[in-house]
C-alpha cells in the first residue's frame, strides 16, 4: 500500500493551504464578530456575510465540493486522496462550510448520491451541491439509546399515497439552520418485521412542512453553533409523498450504514487538522511564555507532551489513511473495522492533545481568545456522534474474536 499523496492531490493541497491562508483565517474572526452581532440584534440564525463570501471565492478558484469519490458530482477523487484535503479544513471551524464539505451536508449528499431517485436528486442533491441550501439527518432520539439504531421509536406510517410521519428527534445537526430545507429521516414503516434491521426506513421531509417544528436548538458545553447548530425537532402527522422514501421500505438501516462509513472518516480526517492546530498553538505559546525565569517550552513536561502529541496525531493519520485505502480497495462494508478504529482513535487523541495545548495556554486555553475551548467542545461530541465509543470497541472486539471462533 502506497500512501504517497499524487501531483493531483499535492497541488490541491498547495492550493488549498494557500486560500486557507489567504481567506479562512483571516476571515475567522469577522465571521464569529459577524455571528456576536446577530445574536446582540437577537436572532443568530441567519446566515452570516463572511461565509457567503468565503463560498463564492473558493467556488471561484475551484475549491468546491472536493468528497464524493465515485460520483460524476464530485472531483473525481477517492477517500484516500480527499483524506489530506479534509485534514486542512478540518484546522479551521469555518473552512469546510467554506468549501462545501460540511457535515451532516456531504453526508447527506452522499446518501443521495448513492441512494435517491433522479427526481429526489434533481429537487435536493442538485441544490446542495450549489450550496444554495442545506440539509440535516434526523436519527437521533431523546427517549431511547438511539446507538442501538434498532431502538428508533419515531413512526412512518403509510395512508394512501402518503406517509405519516410521528416522533421527535434531537441532535439534529443543522435543523436550526434557515437555510436548512431538507431533511433525512429515520423512522419505523414495520416495527413488526421479524428482523430488527429491516423494520426501519428512511425518508425525504422538506423542513417547512406542516408538523414539523423546531422546539429548541441545543447548545454544546455553552456554545449554540449558530447559524448552523443543533436542534431538537418534533414530528406531529406530517405527510409527505411515497415517492419521498430512500430505497424503499425497510432499507433505513442499510442506508444508515452506508451513510455512517463516509460520515465517520471524514470527522476523523477532520479531527487531525483540528489537532494539528492544536499541537501548532501549544508549540507557539510554549515558545512565547516564560515560567520560573525560562520559556515554557524548555520544561520537560512540556516536551513530553508535545513529543506524545506528535506521536498521537501521526499515529491517527496513518489509521485514517489505512481506512480510507480500504473503502477505496475493498468498499466500505469489508473496511468497517478499520472505520470503527478511527472513530475511537481520532476523538481521543484529538481531546487529548488539544487538553495538552490548553494547559500550556493556562487561563487563555478555556476562553475564547483561542480556539481551543471551542476545539474541545467539537472533539469531545465526537466520541459519541456517529456511534459511541463504546460501541465501536465492542463491534471491532467482536470482529477480533471472531478470527479465532472460525479457526476453532
Known amino acids: 500500500m502506497d500512501f504517497s499523496y499524487s501531483p493531483k492531490v499535492v497541488d490541491l493541497q498547495k492550493r488549498l493551504t494557500a486560500f ?11 465571521y464569529h464578530h459577524e455571528v456576536d452581532a446577530n445574536r446582540k440584534a437577537g436572532n443568530p440564525w441567519q446566515p452570516t456575510k463572511v461565509m457567503e463570501e468565503l463560498k463564492a471565492k473558493a467556488r471561484a478558484a475551484g475549491l468546491w465540493n472536493l468528497f464524493l469519490p465515485e460520483s460524476k458530482y464530485g472531483a473525481g477523487l477517492t477517500n484516500l486522496e480527499y483524506a489530506p484535503l479534509c485534514e486542512i479544513m478540518g484546522r479551521s471551524h469555518v473552512a469546510p462550510e467554506a468549501f462545501n464539505c460540511s457535515a451532516p451536508d456531504t453526508g447527506n449528499m ?11 436528486q434533481r429537487q435536493w442533491l442538485l441544490p446542495l451541491l450549489e450550496g444554495r441550501i442545506r440539509s440535516a439527518f434526523a436519527m437521533t432520539e431523546p427517549a431511547v439509546a ?48 421479524p428482523s430488527r434491521h429491516r423494520q426501519q426506513s428512511m425518508i425525504l421531509v422538506p423542513m417547512k412542512t406542516p408538523g414539523v417544528t423546531m422546539e429548541r436548538a441545543l447548545p454544546v458545553f455553552g456554545y449554540d453553533h449558530a ?8 414530528f406531529d402527522n406530517v405527510r409527505v409523498p411515497v415517492s419521498n422514501v430512500l430505497l424503499g421500505e425497510g432499507r ?51 516536551r513530553e507532551r508535545i513529543a506524545n502529541a506528535r506521536i498521537l496525531i501521526d499515529q491517527a493519520r496513518f489509521l485514517v489513511l489505512n481506512a480510507a485505502y480500504m473503502m477505496d480497495t475493498v468498499g466500505n462494508k469489508v473496511a468497517q473495522k478499520e472505520i470503527a478504529m478511527i472513530k475511537v482513535a ?7 492533545v488539544i487538553d495538552w495545548a490548553m494547559q500550556v495556554h493556562g487561563g487563555g486555553g478555556v476562553c475564547d481568545d483561542f480556539p ?24 471491532i472486539g467482536k470482529m477480533e474474536l471472531s478470527r479465532y471462533m472460525t479457526a476453532r
Open 20 to 30: 486557507m491562508d489567504e481567506h479562512v483565517y483571516p476571515a475567522e474572526s469577522a
Open 110 to 120: 452522499e446518501t443521495l448520491v448513492r441512494y435517491g431517485s433522479e427526481e429526489q
Open 146 to 193: 438511539s446507538s442501538d439504531a434498532t431502538n428508533i421509536e419515531a413512526r412512518i406510517e403509510r395512508v394512501g399515497d402518503e406517509y405519516v410521519i410521528n416522533g421527535r428527534k434531537w441532535w439534529t445537526s443543522g435543523a436550526p439552520d434557515p437555510r436548512c430545507e431538507i431533511l433525512i429521516f429515520m423512522g419505523k414503516t414495520d416495527p413488526d418485521h
Open 227 to 234: 447559524p448552523h447548530g443543533h436542534g431538537e425537532v418534533s
Open 252 to 302: 433505513g438501516f442499510e442506508i444508515a450504514q452506508g451513510r455512517l462509513g463516509p460520515g465517520r472518516i471524514h470527522h476523523c480526517m477532520r479531527l487531525i487538522g483540528v489537532a494539528e492546530r492544536a499541537l501548532e498553538l501549544m508549540c507557539r505559546r510554549a515558545l512565547g511564555r516564560v515560567a520560573f525565569h525560562r520559556p515554557v517550552a524548555d520544561q520537560g513536561v512540556t
Open 346 to 352: 481520532a476523538p481521543g487523541m484529538a481531546c487529548q
Open 372 to 395: 481551543l475551548a471551542a476545539a474541545y467542545a467539537q472533539a469531545r461530541t465526537l466520541r459519541f456522534a456517529d456511534g459511541p465509543d463504546e460501541v465501536h470497541r465492542n463491534q
